[in-house]
C-alpha cells in the first residue's frame, strides 16, 4: 500500500509541472581539518513547506537522501553524517521518518593520499510536501579543496561554472539585468489564457486518442473481441447479472488504465530534465526511426505481414487470468492490450510520436492515450449494462480489413511527417515543402483508388458493388487530394505558397521551398540571433519579440501561419518590433568558444553542443520555462520586460492586445 501511494504521489508530481522546478538546492563547501584530512560539507536549502528525507528511512516508506564520492587519491573515513532532523509519525507512510525543513548539512570525513584540487560526488533524493513528491533525482557535487574554508569562517565554493560571465558571452545579457513590469503579477489574463489555452489543447488531445481507440475498435484484432468478452462476463452461471455488469465494468476501467500507465515513465523523464522530451522529439536519428518504423507499420497494415508481441509475454498474462478476482480482471484487460497489438500498436505509436513532438509533452501523451483507453473499454462496459445492443453491431467481414488498410494510408502520410523533422532539423534541404505535398497528394490519391476499388492488397474481400459509405468515403478523400494540391498557389502577399490549415504542424513550413524560399515567416524581417537583434534593436529604438520557436514545432507553425499573417498583427511585427526568432531544437553545432558547461536552473550541469541547447538554456534561464511557443516583448535595449511574457495564443484578438500592451508600455516612457 505504502509503495501504491508512493507511485501516485511521484505521478501526480510529474502530471503538474507546467514549469521547471526543484524545491532543493544544494551548495558544498569544503573545511581543512588537517594536512591530509578534509571535511566534505553539502548544503541542502529546501522551500518552505517541503521536506528533504533523511538517509536513514525504513523499508517501504520515502526515497532516502543518499550520497556518493567518485573513487580518487583519498578514502572515506565514516560514513556521511547529517544534522538531527525533525522525527514524526507519518501518517501517509504509516512509520516514523526524519526529514529536514528550510535547510540540512552533511558532512563526510575524507583522508586524501595526494595532492587534488577537487572531488567530485553525487546527491540522490527526493522531496515532499503535504499534497505531492519529487521524482529520485541525482546532482553532481564538486568540492574544491583549493578553495578552503575553517570551522570558524565557512565559505561556499559551489559553482565552477560562473552564470554571469557565461551568460554575458552567450546572450550580452544576465537575468539581472532584465526588469519586470510593475504590472507583472497584476496581469492574469494572458496567464489565464494560455491555461485555458493548455487545458483546450490537452482535451484536443483527448478527443484524437479518443477518435484513435474508435478506430481501433473496427479493426479486425478487436472488434470480434466485444460479444466474446461481454457474454463472458454476463452468462457466467455461478454469478448473477449484477456482478457481471460490474466485473465489465471494472474491466472496461482496466483498459483505460493499462493504456494511462504506459504514459507514467515519460512524466518521471519529464520532471528530472525538463528539456529532454524536446531532445528526444527532435533528435535526428530518432525522427529516422519513427519513420521506418511507421513505413513498417503501414505494410503490417496493408497485410503483407502481421505484428505480433513475443508469445511469452501473453501466457504470462493469461496465466494471471487465473488468480481470478480484481487481479484477474487486471490481466483479462492487459491480455487484451497484448493481442491486439497488431492493430493498436501502429495507433499507439502515433500517438507517442506525436505527443513527444508537441510542446505539451508528457501531459499530451496521458491525455491522448487516456482518450484511446477510453474509446477501447467504453464499449465492453456499455454492452455488458445493455446487451441488447449488440444486436446493433454490424457482423466481421471485409469492411475490417478496409479500415486497416485505409489506416496504413494514413500511417504512410505521417510517416513523412517525421522525416520532415529529421529533414528540417539537420538542415538536409531535401524534403521541403513542393517535395513533401507531392508525396502526400500521391499517398491520397492511391487511398481514393483504394476505395473505389482500383487497388487491391492481399486480404481483401472481392467487392461486387461500391457502398454508399465507399462512394462517400472515396470523394472525401478525393477532395481532401484537392485540397493539398490547392497548396501549391502562391500568396504574392508573402510571396511564398499558400498555408494548408489541416496541415498546420504536418508538413513544413511555406518558407521552406525550393521555388519561394523566405528565411523568416511570412517574408518577415527576422533575426536568429539574439545579440544581432539587439544590436538593431538599440540602433533603430524599436522593441522586441523574442520567439522561442521550434522547427519540430507544432503550435508554433499554427502561429506563424495563421495568426501572425492577419493584417493587424503582421503590421506591428513587420514595422513595430524587432523579431527574434530562436530555435530551441536547432542541431547546428556552436563555435568553440560557445561550447561550454552551463548550470542548469533545476541543479547539476549541462554541455552546450549546438544553437537549440544555446536558445532552450536562455528561455530556462532568463524566463523559467520551457515551452514552445514562447513570446517575450523586450526594450529596445533589451533591458525591461514589457507586459507579461505569453505561450500559444491562437485567438488572434488576443494576441493583437498583447502585442498592444507592450508597444504602449513603451510610448509611455
Excluded at 127 to 145: G, M, Q, S, W, Y
Excluded at 173 to 193: G, I, R
Excluded at 353 to 370: H, K, R, V, W
Amino acid at each position: 500500500m505504502r509503495k501504491i501511494i508512493l507511485f501516485l504521489a511521484l505521478i501526480s508530481f510529474g502530471a503538474s509541472q507546467a514549469q521547471i522546478f526543484n524545491p532543493v538546492k544544494w551548495e558544498t563547501s569544503v573545511e581543512k581539518i588537517s594536512d591530509k584530512e578534509y571535511k566534505l560539507i553539502s548544503k541542502a536549502t529546501i522551500e518552505k513547506g517541503w521536506h528533504l528525507y533523511s538517509q536513514n528511512v525504513p523499508e517501504g516508506g520515502p526515497i532516502p537522501t543518499t550520497f556518493s564520492y567518485k573513487e580518487g587519491n583519498y578514502k572515506t573515513i565514516g560514513n556521511t553524517k547529517e544534522e538531527d532532523g525533525h522525527t514524526v509519525d507519518d501518517p501517509v507512510f504509516e512509520m516514523q521518518i526524519t526529514y529536514f525543513e528550510d535547510s540540512a548539512i552533511f558532512e563526510q570525513k575524507i583522508e586524501v593520499e595526494t595532492e587534488l584540487e577537487t572531488i567530485t560526488g553525487a546527491v540522490e533524493f527526493m522531496a515532499c510536501d503535504d499534497v505531492r513528491c519529487t521524482p529520485p533525482n541525482e546532482i553532481e557535487l564538486i568540492f574544491n579543496l583549493n578553495n578552503l574554508t575553517t570551522s570558524s569562517n565557512k565559505k561556499k565554493s559551489i559553482i565552477p561554472e560562473d552564470n554571469a560571465k557565461v551568460n554575458e558571452l552567450l546572450y550580452g545579457l544576465s537575468p539581472t539585468d532584465l526588469e519586470n513590469p510593475s504590472n507583472l503579477q497584476e496581469n492574469t489574463s494572458n496567464s489565464t489564457s494560455e491555461t485555458n489555452t493548455k487545458n483546450s489543447s490537452l482535451w484536443s488531445i483527448f478527443g484524437l486518442g479518443f477518435l484513435g481507440g474508435l478506430l481501433a475498435l473496427l479493426t479486425p484484432c478487436v472488434f470480434p473481441m466485444i460479444p466474446l468478452t461481454v457474454s463472458f462476463f454476463t452468462k457466467k452461471s455461478d454469478q448473477n447479472k449484477g456482478s457481471g455488469i460490474s466485473k465489465a465494468l471494472l474491466y472496461g476501467f482496466f483498459i483505460f488504465a493499462v493504456y494511462i500507465i504506459l504514459s507514467v515513465p515519460f512524466h518521471l523523464l519529464d520532471s528530472v530534465n525538463p528539456d529532454i522530451l524536446n531532445e528526444i522529439s527532435t533528435n535526428v536519428w530518432l525522427n529516422i526511426i519513427f519513420f521506418i518504423v511507421f513505413v513498417f507499420f503501414a505494410f503490417s497494415f496493408f497485410g503483407y505481414y502481421e505484428l505480433t508481441l513475443p508469445a511469452s509475454w501473453t501466457n504470462k498474462t493469461t496465466q494471471g487470468e487465473n488468480v481470478g478476482g480484481i487481479v484477474g480482471i487486471f490481466f483479462m484487460a492487459l491480455t487484451l492490450a497484448l493481442v491486439s497489438f497488431s492493430c493498436t500498436g501502429p495507433i499507439l505509436g502515433s500517438l507517442l510520436a506525436g505527443s513527444l513532438t508537441a510542446d505539451g509533452g508528457a501531459m499530451q501523451l496521458t491525455a491522448g492515450m487516456g482518450g484511446f483507453g477510453v474509446a477501447l473499454g467504453l464499449p465492453f462496459a456499455l454492452f455488458a449494462m445493455f446487451p441488447n445492443m449488440m444486436n446493433a453491431l454490424p457482423k466481421s467481414g471485409g469492411w475490417l480489413n478496409t479500415t486497416k488498410v485505409i489506416l496504413g494510408f494514413l500511417e504512410l502520410a505521417l510517416a513523412f511527417k517525421f522525416l520532415s523533422n529529421a529533414d528540417l532539423v539537420a538542415h538536409w534541404d531535401i524534403l521541403k515543402i513542393e517535395p513533401f505535398l507531392i508525396i502526400w497528394i500521391v499517398i491520397f490519391a492511391g487511398l481514393a483508388l483504394y476505395i473505389f476499388g482500383k487497388i487491391k492488397f492481399p486480404h481483401d474481400s472481392p467487392i461486387k458493388k461500391l457502398s454508399f459509405s465507399r462512394i462517400a468515403g472515396g470523394i472525401l478523400v478525393a477532395a481532401f487530394t484537392i485540397y493539398l494540391i490547392s497548396g501549391f498557389r502562391v500568396n504574392k502577399d508573402t510571396n511564398t505558397f499558400t498555408s494548408l490549415t489541416l496541415l498546420s504542424g504536418l508538413a513544413p513550413p511555406v518558407g521552406y521551398s525550393f521555388l519561394y524560399p523566405n528565411d523568416c515567416p511570412n517574408n518577415l524581417n527576422c533575426f536568429k540571433d539574439l545579440k544581432e537583434g539587439l544590436a538593431y534593436a538599440k540602433k533603430a529604438n524599436k522593441p522586441i519579440m523574442i520567439d522561442f520557436t521550434g522547427l519540430a514545432c507544432v503550435n508554433c507553425r499554427k502561429m506563424e501561419e495563421h495568426v501572425w499573417p492577419i493584417k493587424k498583427i503582421d503590421d506591428y511585427l513587420r514595422n513595430e518590433f524587432v523579431l527574434v526568432s530562436l530555435y530551441v531544437d536547432d542541431k547546428k553545432e556552436l563555435p568553440e568558444e560557445e561550447k561550454v558547461e552551463v548550470n542548469r536552473i533545476n541543479g547539476g550541469t549541462r554541455q552546450l553542443e549546438n544553437y537549440g541547447h544555446k536558445w532552450a538554456h536562455f528561455q530556462t534561464e532568463f524566463f523559467q520555462t520551457n515551452s514552445q511557443p514562447y513570446y517575450v516583448l523586450l526594450s529596445p535595449d533589451g533591458k525591461q520586460i514589457l507586459n507579461t511574457p505569453v505561450g500559444y495564443t491562437p485567438n488572434a484578438d488576443e494576441y493583437h492586445t498583447w502585442l498592444k500592451e507592450g508597444l504602449q508600455t513603451i510610448n509611455e516612457e
